[in-house]
């Protein structure tokens, strides 16, 4: 039997023709010298640019590079969790197509995943609003006050403590990934949150760690995708209420 990748990268793909290329040779460049071996599964979400073909093209030239093609639009929310629960490796991380956050911060996931740090953590993710993190450039004013309202809520409704849900670089334990992802129902945008929240209901460990953050000035989250991650907090809190997941305290 063929051993299991110590690491899966899941990277959700919608028309990133200018981008994937790029990110996926960067990926590659850091963890050719991994002492682990790791696999990159993109998922193609019904791009109308020559997205999935390139990734095609790369596939003899990168190390366990995979391609999910979706030949039509299904959501964020959906092909996040096809990769995860595609995926094969003992870690499980997503990331931006447009490698805003660099792979390369996953060694520094992988003490508090292992537990050499003192506690073992089930969940690690990247956030840009705790101490040690770094916005390349700052994002304009406006939009982090948006996402600082909108954590504010998340916060109070879910998440107590967390500072940044919305950072696209998260790492789950292959325990979690198949015990969570395959129950998730958000398509869209408040993935994150949903995952993170079921998560925190299963009483699985959250670490949050600084991440150097490199805006790309071609984010597709505008006002009305903040107004729909809000909108599906209340959805995800009414559901956890009222155990429309089928979550039970003895499930771990």
């Given at each position: ?9 899941i990277?959700?793909?919608w028309?990133?023709?200018d981008?994937?290329?790029d990110t996926l ?7 050719q010298s991994?002492?682990?071996?790791y696999?990159?599964v ?7 640019d ?7 093209k ?6 366990g590079?995979?391609?999910l ?7 964020k929310g ?7 629960l595609d995926?094969?490796?003992k870690?499980?991380?997503?990331t931006?197509a447009?490698?805003s956050?660099?792979?390369?911060h996953f ?5 508090y995943?292992e537990?050499s740090?003192g506690k073992k953590y089930?969940?690690?993710i ?17 939009r982090r006050a ?7 809520i998340?916060q ?6 967390l ?8 790492c789950?334990s292959?325990e979690?990934?198949e015990?969570v992802f ?14 993170l929240?079921?998560a925190?209901?299963?009483k699985y460990g959250?670490?949050e ?7 790309r000035f071609k984010?597709?989250?505008?006002l009305?995708?903040?107004l729909?991650?809000l909108?599906?907090?209340l959805?995800?809190r009414f559901?956890l209420?009222t155990?429309s ?6 499930s771990?």
């Amino acid at each position: 039997m063929e051993n299991k990748p110590y690491l899966s990268v899941i990277i959700p793909a919608w028309n990133e023709a200018d981008a994937i290329a790029d990110t996926l040779a960067d990926i590659d460049k850091h963890l050719q010298s991994a002492d682990f071996d790791y696999e990159i599964v993109v998922v193609n979400d019904g791009s109308s640019d020559n997205t999935a073909d390139i990734v095609q093209k790369l596939e003899p030239a990168i190390k366990g590079l995979r391609l999910l093609d979706n030949k039509i639009n299904k959501g964020k929310g959906k092909v996040v969790r096809q990769g995860m629960l595609d995926a094969k490796g003992k870690f499980r991380l997503f990331t931006d197509a447009d490698n805003s956050t660099s792979v390369d911060h996953f060694f520094k996931m992988i003490p508090y995943l292992e537990g050499s740090e003192g506690k073992k953590y089930d969940v690690v993710i990247g956030s840009r609003d705790i101490k040690g993190a770094k916005l390349v450039p700052p994002q304009p004013f406006y939009r982090r006050a948006l996402g600082n309202i909108g954590n504010i809520i998340i916060q109070i409704f879910l998440l107590p403590g967390l500072k940044d849900t919305q950072c696209g670089f998260k790492c789950f334990s292959e325990e979690v990934a198949e015990k969570v992802f395959p129950i998730m129902r958000i398509n869209r945008w408040a993935i994150d949150v949903e995952a993170l929240s079921l998560a925190k209901a299963m009483k699985y460990g959250i670490k949050e760690i600084p991440v150097t953050w490199v805006n790309r000035f071609k984010s597709r989250v505008g006002l009305r995708n903040y107004l729909g991650v809000l909108r599906d907090v209340l959805k995800i809190r009414f559901w956890l209420w009222t155990d429309s997941y089928k979550i039970k305290k003895s499930s771990r």
